[in-house]
């Protein structure tokens, strides 16, 4: 079965850092794309980063370039989204998910996802 496990999020003043793990189990990793998403309350779930495991083309929302970087160790079947200066409105629940063949900041054409870890950043 395909399983995505995410870890990391917690508490953290604004200006702070948290690095977000998705471990990955019951697919062929290399083959796939992970995305991390976010979602708050009331809002709709949004495209953060994402990873091709078969190419290494990565892309960014534009309200994250330049603070998070994403990264996939292919020997662990992990991506991590390392996540500096954050801010207030990072505040959210972060999901990976997983799809063949490639990234993308789209949630609609992810099948596969995981439960959630919890960030809040405090002002």
Same mark, same amino acid.
Request: charged share 15%; aromatic share 12%.
């Given at each position: 079965?395909?399983?995505?496990?995410?870890? +990391?999020? /917690?508490?953290?003043? @604004?200006?702070g850092s948290l690095?977000? #793990?998705?471990?990955?189990?019951?697919?062929?990793?290399? %083959?796939? +794309?992970?995305?991390?998403?976010?979602? @708050?309350? !009331? $809002?709709?779930? /949004?495209?953060? #980063?994402?990873?091709? %495991?078969?190419?290494? *083309?990565?892309?960014?929302?534009?309200?994250? $370039? !330049?603070?998070?970087?994403? #990264? *996939?160790?292919?020997? $662990? %079947?992990?991506?991590?989204?390392?996540?500096?200066?954050? $801010?207030?409105?990072?505040? @959210?629940?972060?999901?990976?998910?997983?799809?063949?063949?490639?990234?993308?900041?789209?949630?609609?054409?992810? +099948?596969?996802?995981?439960?959630?870890?919890?960030?809040?950043?405090?002002?």
């Amino acid at each position: 079965e395909v399983q995505l496990v995410e870890s +990391g999020g /917690e508490l953290v003043q @604004a200006g702070g850092s948290l690095r977000l #793990s998705c471990v990955a189990s019951g697919f062929t990793f290399d %083959n796939y +794309g992970i995305g991390w998403f976010r979602q @708050a309350p !009331g $809002k709709e779930r /949004e495209g953060v #980063s994402s990873i091709s %495991n078969i190419d290494g *083309s990565t892309y960014y929302a534009d309200s994250v $370039k !330049g603070r998070f970087t994403i #990264s *996939s160790d292919n020997a $662990k %079947n992990t991506v991590y989204l390392q996540m500096n200066s954050l $801010k207030p409105e990072d505040t @959210a629940t972060y999901y990976c998910a997983a799809r063949p063949w490639g990234g993308s900041l789209v949630p609609d054409i992810y +099948g596969n996802w995981g439960q959630g870890t919890q960030v809040t950043v405090s002002s």
